[in-house]
């Protein structure tokens, strides 16, 4: 989108309309605004624009490329390209902002990077920037997350990192994000957090986004070198939702491109069952930021579930929060089941293994090529799947290769 | 003018508790509320437990969880201090995080607090600016003063702000970590009230966290007009119950 658009949202305190904010006790009030004035001082300064760029492309292999999937294509209609954040260093869109969150944190004289993970790819991402500018780095995970993913765990310590188990409520992603906040509270002089997506209180959201707008910027253009046009629809799996808004930043202004964010469906649309924060969530504060979220019967933060660890929050990106009133953004909702077939169909019909929160996002774009045949569709595989082998065989079989 | 204003007129030394509602039974609210009164408590702070705070220390969050177990909510709270002004008259005050209230609806919950006889609110993680833009006057119509925190952190400029838009008193918590009582003050402390103390604000200032005995509270109360005690109290209440808050009191005032 233009610039304007950038300059506008969010606001200088943080909001998107009435969206994000920094809802946030006054311990956290004078270290977010260190941050924030960090943010737009030293990020912005040639010197820090170089550095990152030069880390993007000698450290992490960008730009990533842009793929046509000719045999998906060819299955299912439409012409279905992914942007391949699965071949991002350590294979996700999280390095992006890690990168520079981190190296933010070494201009602010931080010793030790503070932060939750999902399904481990924050984590893996942030322990790695760590490695890469000397930097202490603890990580906070749900015990469920932990036996779930753990190739993640053990690429964290061997990392260096300091894998912090979290034991209360449903023992996820929020519960994480609580303790990696606490933790963060006992030391906000010498640590920073690093969330792991646009969420959180005012700068994160606004942060995360422009370090993630690299995505959007180079498969534009890519899009447009290979294709001479811009893709139809560009779809884009949706947690907190980072990649999608790293994406999705770049087509925001394009009235021929369509939008559309994905969200897990879980195992059914009953409370409980599915994290799908946008769809049927209402209003309310998580985490210091105001959003779209799942709540219990009392109004708190409710139970969230998906196949997807990455996934499974109750709130969700106030950016997107704004995106889904003024109906920038389509968002949709897939289940468990269909983002497993498209784990398989993607697996066998390209050689891609995708991350189960990326299969989401290849299981919407093979119902989108379905209902139109004649369209481009822009997929960004958010990350690989090599963290879910195990727990997707384990829990979902093996199917016979195809006949 | 409300019972803030006029407790913080007539007395110094202000001795305020702080504890969660709903902890550690369901149903002790009323009667905690009662015996600080009847042992010359001044002030209360009557907490809304939440599942996902971003500042409380362990004890606190503790007692949180146990009384969200217990069945705790913010209408069960309202129902429970119904009648509370038939037998309580010092200053009660709500404290709990915005997103409780927000989900209830800002102008009912400030309106239910009138209806009780509430007189204030602290609601740490509501922002200066997201208040004065969108329920200040709420705030105002139903007589219910806003009350603010600073920290060692926040700057003279943000002080002199939260001077200028309070009316009742400033929060002035002790250190830049979480809750949880210590053993006592240090000089960082000691620099930091006379800071304040210097700043002749129009507002009186109470300080919290971290006053645990008498001699953190008579510390803290030398400069301050008075003193909140949380964490301590909670821990007092986990290990000996409801039966004898008269001991705790007097242990502070003696
Ligand atoms: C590969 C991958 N994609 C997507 C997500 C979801 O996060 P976001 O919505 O911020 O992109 C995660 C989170 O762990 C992830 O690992």
Redesign the pocket.
């Known amino acids: 989108m233009s610039e304007n658009y950038f300059k506008t949202y969010p606001d200088k305190n943080g909001f998107f309309k009435e969206y994000g904010g920094a809802f946030i006790p006054p311990v956290l009030e004078a270290e977010m605004k260190k941050i924030t004035d960090a943010y737009y001082s030293i990020s912005k300064s040639h010197n820090f624009i170089s550095e990152l760029r030069s880390i993007r492309k000698h450290y992490q292999g960008r730009p990533t490329p842009v793929y046509y999937c000719n045999r998906l294509s060819e299955k299912y209609g439409g012409r279905i390209y992914l942007k391949r954040?699965?071949l991002n260093h350590t294979?996700?869109?999280?390095l992006n902002h890690c990168m520079g969150e981190a190296l933010l944190a070494k201009h602010l004289g931080k010793k030790k990077l503070i932060a939750e993970?999902?399904?481990?790819?924050?984590g893996v991402a942030l322990a790695t920037a760590a490695a890469y500018f000397g930097l202490e780095c603890e990580i906070h995970m749900g015990e469920v997350d932990i036996a779930k993913e753990h190739p993640n765990v053990v690429r964290m310590k061997i990392l260096g990192a300091k894998v912090v188990p979290v034991s209360h409520g449903l023992k996820t992603l929020k519960e994480a994000v609580d303790s990696a906040f606490e933790a963060y509270l006992k030391d906000p002089i010498t640590t920073i957090y690093c969330i792991?997506?646009?969420?959180g209180p005012h700068p994160f959201p606004m942060m995360?986004r422009d370090f993630?707008r690299v995505v959007g910027i180079e498969a534009k253009e890519q899009f447009f070198e290979m294709t001479g046009e811009l893709p139809d629809k560009v779809v884009?799996?949706?947690?907190?939702?980072?990649?999608?808004?790293?994406i999705f930043s770049s087509f925001l202004d394009e009235p021929e491109c369509t939008l559309y964010g994905v969200e897990p469906g879980g195992r059914s649309m009953e409370y409980g069952e599915h994290a799908a924060t946008m769809t049927l969530g209402t209003p309310g504060v998580i985490h210091g930021f105001k959003c779209y979220m799942l709540k219990d019967e009392k109004g708190e933060p409710g139970a969230v579930h998906s196949v997807?660890?990455?996934?499974d929050y109750p709130g969700v990106?106030p950016e997107h929060s704004m995106l889904k009133d003024l109906k920038k953004v389509n968002y949709e909702v897939v289940s468990d089941q269909e983002t497993i077939d498209a784990f398989y169909e993607l697996s066998r019909l390209e050689g891609i293994i995708p991350?189960?929160?990326?299969a989401h996002a290849v299981a919407y774009a093979i119902k989108l090529a379905q209902q139109n045949p004649q369209s481009s569709i822009l997929v960004n595989l958010?990350?690989?799947g090599d963290?879910d082998i195990d727990y997707v065989v384990d829990t979902f079989g093996l199917p016979d290769v195809e006949k | 003018m409300n019972r803030i204003h006029q407790k913080l007129q007539a007395d110094n030394k202000i001795l305020s508790i702080y504890f969660t509602a709903g902890y550690p039974s369901l149903n002790d609210t009323v009667k905690i509320i009662q015996d600080l009164e009847k042992n010359g408590v001044d002030m209360i702070e009557i907490g809304l437990p939440f599942s996902d705070p971003l500042a409380d220390g362990p004890t606190i969050q503790a007692s949180s969880t146990q009384a969200l177990k217990n069945g705790m909510t913010t209408s069960l709270l309202f129902q429970q201090l119904k009648d509370i002004r038939e037998s309580v008259s010092i200053p009660l005050i709500l404290m709990g995080y915005f997103n409780p209230v927000l989900q209830y609806g800002v102008e009912d919950f400030c309106r239910k607090c009138q209806e009780i006889g509430i007189d204030g609110l602290i609601l740490p993680d509501l922002p200066l600016d997201v208040y004065q833009e969108n329920y200040e006057a709420i705030f105002n119509k139903y007589g219910l003063v806003n009350v603010f925190l600073i920290t060692p952190q926040t700057s003279d400029d943000r002080i002199d702000q939260i001077d200028a838009a309070s009316d009742g008193f400033i929060y002035m918590v002790s250190s830049a970590s979480v809750t949880g009582s210590q053993d006592g003050f240090g000089n960082n402390q000691e620099t930091y009230f006379q800071r304040i103390a210097d700043m002749k604000l129009k507002n009186p200032q109470v300080v919290g966290f971290g006053i645990s005995n008498s001699e953190t509270f008579q510390q803290a109360t030398k400069q301050a007009k008075g003193a909140i005690i949380g964490s301590a109290f909670i821990k007092f209440l986990t290990q000996n119950g409801v039966d004898k808050i008269g001991d705790f009191v007097k242990g502070i005032r003696k």
Request: glycine fraction near 26%.
């Open positions: 954040e699965d294979g996700a869109h999280k993970t999902g399904a481990g790819q924050h792991g997506s646009v969420v995360v993630q884009a799996c949706v947690g907190g939702g980072s990649n999608a808004m790293g997807a660890s990455g996934l990106g991350a189960l929160e990326s958010s990350g690989r963290k």
